[in-house]
């Protein structure tokens, strides 16, 4: 079993930037697909940026130029760097993680873009 806590969401101003982390309870990274996902209310669950084994990254259309996906195999731990952060950007941010037959899901943390 892992178990995934993401991090580093809060109110930020439109124009800004966050920070979110996904931190796993063991080393997973190097054979793992890790995703960032959000939800905003009202809206589906949708994939916004996804590392495969501590490597290759994926961009939603949506978010590329913006935000940059990267992973730390030392400390099990997957990034989401958000800049230019807009409203459309709120949602609560959610990390997957996929082990061979298993999935796994973080408890989400709360991304608030606001004046």
């Known amino acids: 079993q892992v178990q995934l806590v993401e991090s580093g969401g809060g109110l930020v101003q439109p124009g800004g930037s966050l920070r979110l982390s996904c931190a796993a309870s063991?080393?997973?990274?190097?054979?793992?697909?890790m995703g960032w996902y959000r939800q905003a209310p009202g809206k589906e669950r949708e994939l916004v940026a996804s590392i495969i084994g501590g490597g290759r990254t994926n961009i939603a259309d949506s978010v590329k130029g913006r935000f940059t996906i990267s992973g730390d195999n030392a400390k099990n731990t997957v990034y989401l760097q958000m800049n230019s952060l807009n409203p459309e950007d709120t949602a609560v941010y959610y990390c997957?993680?996929?082990?061979?037959?298993?999935?796994?899901w973080g408890q989400g943390t709360q991304v608030t873009v606001s004046s």
């Open positions: 063991r080393s997973i990274f190097s054979f793992s697909f």
């Open positions: 997957r993680a996929v082990t061979g037959r298993y999935e796994y």
